[in-house]
Structure formats: C-alpha cells, structure tokens
C-alpha cells in the first residue's frame, strides 16, 4: 500500500466519494428538456395521428351513413372526448399518485395509453360492427385522454425551476418544440401513405399503421420517461422543489383565479393551433380541388416555420418577457384572424398563404404557451396546477375549434373562422392585463 494511500483517512475518503456522488447527482437543465422533448413530441404524434384521421379515415370507416360533411362533423366530436377527458385523467391520477406513487401512476397511464392507441388500430368499422364501433371508438378516445391526463411527470415544471436567470423563455419553449416535430411525422405519414396507396386500400388498412407506429412511439416514449422520473436525483430534485399532488379541492379554494388566468392567458395559440393544423385539411377535402397529399406537404413545411417560430419565440421572451410575447403575438393573431376568410377562400396560393403565416405565428406563440403564468402558484401548488392549468387551456381553446369552425363555416361562411380567433386572441390580451393588475396589487 502506497504512502499517499495510507494519508488519506476513511472520514476523508468517505467525504470525497460523497462529492462524487452528489457531483454526478446533479441533473442540468439541458438534461431535463431532453426528457420534456422526448415526452411531449410522442403526445403530439399520437394527437395528430387521431387528428388527421379524422378527416381523412373516420368519416369514411365509422360514419358513411352519412353526407362527407356531416360525418366530418361526427368524426370532430369524437375527437374532442380525449379533451373533455383529460382533465378527469389528471384528477384521477393526482390521487393515484398521492396513495401509491410516480411510478405507478405513469405506469397506469402507459397501459391504459396503450391499449386505447390500439384498439383504435384493429377496430373494425361501421360495415363490420355498425353503431357499435362508434362507441368503441369514443371509448378508446375517451382512454387516450384520461392516459394523457395521467402521463403528467412535473418536468416541464422542474426544467422551470431551475432554468438559469435570464433564459426562463429558451428552457420554456424546448418543451413546445414537441408539436411541430409530433405534427411533422404525423403528416408526412399519412402524407406518404395516401400517395401511395390506392384509395380502397387506405381506407381498409393502411390508416391503421400509423396507429401502431403511434403506439410504438407513446409506449417507448413513457418508459424513456418513467425510467427518468425514477431515479434517484429526479426524484430528489422533485420533493427538494415539492412538486408533488395536491387535492384538488384545496387547490381550487386557493388559487382557482391563477386556473382560470392561466388557462385563458395562451388561449389565442390554443385556438390557433387546431385552425392551422386539422380544420384547413377538412375544408380543403370538402370544400376545394386541391390535392391532400400536396396540402399535406404544404401543412409540413409550416411545421418547419412553426418550429423555427418556437426557437425564436425563446431568445424573444428572455428579451421583452414571456407576457409581452403572448401578448404581442395575440394581437398578432388578432389581425391574422381578418384575413383568414379572403386567404382561405383564394384559392391554393392564398390556403398556401394561410397556412404559412399561420404556423410562423403558432410558433411564435405557443413556444411561450404552456405555463406562461405558472408562476403565480404558490410552489406546493405548482404540480397540480401546472396539469390542470394546460387541460383547461386545450379544454376551452381548442378541443372544439374543428367541429365549430367547420360547421358554422360550412353553414354560415369562413367568417366565424375570423370570430373564434379573434375571441382567442381578446381572451388572452384581458388575462394577461388581469395577471398583470392582481400582480400590481400584490
């Protein structure tokens, strides 16, 4: 044994193994976007998948009782139950999680994601099963919701936390980058599939493999997930910043006006989001000649300019702040909003229009969207009331856009288009002057 061996006693051994660790426990912020990317862009794909598909396969598969349009409109309502039910998921799982833990609360949620995911990919349709497959597949949707209110991990809220002074707004939309990368996938899928194969084929079975690629990458996705949650400086790192449940009740008693602030303060993105991404797609199959592969490739080089919108949007809010930026880019949808009838209505260079413009400004704005005000919650509040927060957002901005901007457009014209976005973008600017002025009083 050398000399320098025997110098070092074992409380000073020990101390040095113990820097080690704690050296190597430390978990940078960079880190924890990796996981928030990896989790949010699986959501996305799955929701763009059943978006899509939506337009392109339901009305045709489960309502061809019906007219194109009207079975259009049935496919829409479907597609909001995943909303409606995802607020129910996050409740139901704050509890799972506050009698067992983590664990096995995400775990429930990758199952119950899985299994709703494919039975959407086996499930006969009306020919086979007639009214029966309907309600299994607003069952299966009703199942992806209340999986996604349950695959809530904190991350987004401890990448918050402990991004660097002065980069609140880059860390923030890291997280955001999710929905242009789940919506580019998602459509060039479907984009490859419907040029690929005869319309027939389609419609009997090509749709459904993008429902098991969907599930392929959810189920990766939430392990990845679950495996970082769980270990050992996540977990300290979580309690350390008491990110865990709080009932629910209590919550609502303390600090329902930062719930209800903070779901209406992104509302003009989340009314934007599904009037540049699924609804165009409807209007465009019933309503126009131009090609759905060609729209399709058009909406993915949209998502391209969402995604660089989202970028800057983060080297933006570090500069002005995070609610000049909402608030700047609603307006900006504001005045967007009075042009969309003519661009929708003018033809494939203004629908093309249309759509470019408006991803730019859906990156611009939702790259700032998700807890723009989560601030505001008392730090043993933030978990839950981050979750809730966004399911409300998404609840009242945008699980209906598609079903009420299609039918009032198709019945009265593409001027309520005008009016739902500009009520998103009116809703937004008087939250942010509200959160501004309670602020002030404080």
Same mark, same amino acid.
Request: charged share 15%; proline share 3%; glycine share 10%.
């Given at each position: 044994?050398?000399?320098?061996?025997?110098?070092?006693?074992?409380?000073?051994?020990?101390?040095?193994?113990?820097?080690?660790?704690?050296?190597?426990?430390?978990?940078?912020?960079?880190?924890?976007?990796?996981?928030?990317?990896?989790?949010?862009?699986?959501?996305?794909?799955?929701?763009?998948?059943?978006?899509?598909?939506?337009?392109?396969?339901?009305?045709?598969?489960?309502?061809?009782?019906?007219?194109?349009?009207?079975?259009?409109?049935?496919?829409?309502?479907?597609?909001?139950?995943?909303?409606?039910?995802?607020? /129910?998921?996050?409740?139901?799982?704050?509890?799972?999680?506050?009698?067992?833990?983590?664990?096995?609360?995400?775990?429930?949620?990758?199952?119950?994601?899985?299994?709703?995911?494919?039975?959407?990919?086996?499930?006969?349709?009306?020919?086979?099963?007639?009214?029966?497959?309907?309600?299994?597949?607003?069952?299966?949707?009703?199942?992806?919701?209340?999986?996604?209110?349950?695959?809530?991990?904190?991350?987004?809220?401890?990448?918050?936390?402990?991004?660097?002074?002065?980069?609140?707004?880059?860390?923030?939309?890291?997280?955001?980058?999710?929905?242009?990368?789940?919506? /580019?996938?998602?459509?060039?899928?479907?984009?490859?599939?419907?040029?690929?194969?005869?319309?027939?084929?389609?419609?009997?079975?090509?749709?459904?493999?993008?429902?098991?690629?969907?599930?392929?990458?959810?189920?990766?996705?939430?392990?990845?997930?679950?495996?970082?949650?769980?270990?050992?400086?996540?977990?300290?790192?979580?309690?350390?910043?008491?990110?865990?449940?709080?009932?629910?009740?209590?919550?609502?008693?303390?600090?329902?006006?930062?719930?209800?602030?903070?779901?209406?303060?992104?509302?003009?993105?989340?009314?934007?989001?599904?009037?540049?991404?699924?609804?165009?797609?409807?209007?465009?199959?019933?309503?126009?000649?131009?090609?759905?592969?060609?729209?399709?490739?058009?909406?993915?080089?949209?998502?391209?300019?969402?995604?660089?919108?989202?970028?800057?949007?983060?080297?933006?809010?570090?500069? /002005?702040?995070?609610?000049?930026?909402?608030?700047?880019?609603? /307006?900006?949808?504001?005045?967007?909003?009075?042009?969309?009838?003519?661009?929708?209505?003018?033809?494939?260079?203004?629908?093309?229009?249309?759509?470019?413009?408006?991803?730019?400004?859906?990156?611009?704005?939702?790259?700032?969207?998700?807890?723009?005000?989560?601030?505001?919650?008392?730090?043993?509040?933030?978990?839950?009331?981050?979750?809730?927060?966004?399911?409300?957002?998404?609840?009242?901005?945008?699980?209906?856009?598609?079903?009420?901007?299609?039918?009032?457009?198709?019945?009265?014209?593409?001027?309520?288009?005008?009016?739902?976005?500009?009520?998103?973008?009116?809703?937004?600017?008087?939250?942010?002057?509200?959160?501004?002025?309670?602020?002030?009083?404080?």
């Amino acid at each position: 044994m050398s000399t320098a061996d025997t110098a070092i006693s074992p409380q000073e051994r020990e101390r040095e193994l113990q820097e080690i660790h704690e050296h190597r426990s430390q978990v940078t912020p960079g880190e924890i976007a990796v996981g928030v990317v990896i989790g949010r862009a699986s959501e996305y794909f799955d929701f763009f998948v059943y978006g899509i598909a939506s337009v392109l396969v339901f009305p045709a598969v489960f309502f061809p009782f019906e007219n194109d349009l009207q079975g259009t409109l049935w496919a829409f309502v479907v597609f909001s139950f995943a909303f409606i039910a995802r607020p /129910i998921g996050t409740i139901i799982s704050m509890k799972i999680q506050s009698r067992f833990n983590r664990e096995v609360k995400l775990t429930i949620a990758l199952f119950l994601l899985g299994i709703s995911t494919v039975c959407i990919a086996f499930l006969p349709g009306y020919a086979s099963l007639g009214f029966t497959s309907i309600v299994l597949l607003s069952i299966a949707r009703v199942g992806q919701g209340l999986a996604l209110g349950g695959s809530w991990d904190g991350l987004p809220s401890l990448l918050a936390l402990n991004a660097p002074q002065g980069k609140r707004g880059w860390y923030a939309m890291l997280g955001q980058l999710g929905a242009p990368v789940g919506f /580019i996938l998602a459509s060039g899928l479907f984009a490859f599939l419907y040029s690929s194969l005869p319309l027939t084929d389609f419609l009997d079975w090509g749709w459904r493999y993008t429902f098991y690629v969907a599930f392929a990458i959810n189920v990766v996705a939430l392990f990845a997930r679950l495996r970082l949650v769980t270990t050992d400086e996540y977990r300290h790192m979580l309690e350390e910043r008491e990110l865990a449940p709080v009932s629910v009740t209590e919550l609502t008693r303390t600090q329902g006006h930062n719930i209800v602030i903070g779901a209406f303060a992104a509302l003009a993105s989340y009314a934007l989001f599904h009037l540049i991404t699924v609804f165009p797609l409807s209007w465009i199959r019933l309503f126009s000649q131009q090609s759905i592969s060609e729209f399709l490739v058009i909406q993915v080089i949209g998502a391209f300019l969402a995604a660089g919108g989202v970028v800057a949007s983060g080297v933006i809010a570090d500069r /002005i702040g995070r609610r000049n930026t909402l608030g700047s880019l609603a /307006i900006a949808i504001g005045v967007f909003s009075g042009f969309a009838p003519t661009l929708l209505d003018g033809g494939r260079l203004g629908q093309d229009i249309f759509l470019l413009v408006g991803f730019a400004l859906l990156g611009l704005s939702y790259g700032q969207a998700a807890g723009a005000v989560t601030a505001n919650f008392e730090l043993k509040y933030r978990y839950t009331g981050a979750a809730l927060t966004a399911d409300l957002a998404w609840l009242i901005g945008a699980a209906f856009a598609p079903l009420v901007a299609l039918g009032l457009s198709a019945r009265f014209g593409l001027a309520y288009v005008s009016v739902y976005l500009l009520s998103g973008a009116i809703c937004t600017l008087i939250a942010l002057r509200v959160n501004k002025a309670m602020e002030e009083r404080d």
